[in-house]
């Protein structure tokens, strides 16, 4: 089953987009399930495409100093997942793995990439959908930071949940 612009609609990230973008992003995207453990991608590969989850969590991750991952941030339903494919050099910063059933919608990055360039409205909508994310994640990221600091906590390893 691909994504109909209806189905994209009714996804928090791209309740503003107007019809004629999310008939282009349909165009781009396709329905995917990904089991538990799965590597979604992998810090520093090339970066091709993005994910909005209807369901399930996912763990973007880094690796620590030791070279061990670390949990930086747990997305779940109605979250965005990768923004690396945007801008260059479209190689991912973190990486991602599957922590339960994932139901989401994927897009392809290149694809997309072109349809924002040719279509100005999409580009913009794209951008600021995808600013608004970091935002977001920079606050959450900044919040877990002061209460590790606060707590004296060490950050959380990727094997907890």
Same mark, same amino acid.
């Given at each position: ?20 973008? *999310? ?10 399930? %990904? $089991? !538990?453990?799965?590597? @979604?991608?992998?810090? =520093? ?41 945007? *801008? ?10 599957? %922590? $339960? !059933?994932?139901?989401? @919608?994927?897009?392809? =990055? ?52």
């Amino acid at each position: 089953m691909d994504p109909t612009p209806h189905l994209l609609s009714e996804l928090p990230f791209f309740r503003d987009f107007n019809r004629e973008s *999310l008939r282009l992003l349909s165009a781009s995207a396709m329905h995917v399930r %990904l $089991e !538990p453990g799965v590597e @979604i991608f992998r810090e =520093g590969e090339p970066a091709d495409r993005f994910y909005v989850l209807r369901s399930g969590r996912i763990a973007i991750e880094t690796r620590g100093p030791d070279g061990q991952p670390m949990v930086v941030q747990v997305l779940g339903a109605g979250e965005l997942v990768g923004w690396s494919w945007l *801008l260059p050099p479209h190689r991912w910063q973190f990486s991602a793995r599957t %922590l $339960e !059933p994932v139901d989401a @919608i994927c897009f392809a =990055g290149s694809r997309l990439r072109q349809a924002c360039d040719a279509e100005q409205t999409l580009g913009y909508q794209m951008v600021r959908g995808m600013a608004e994310s970091l935002v977001q994640r920079l606050a959450a990221a900044r919040t877990k930071l002061a209460e590790q600091i606060a707590t004296g906590k060490p950050p959380p390893v990727s094997s907890a949940p």
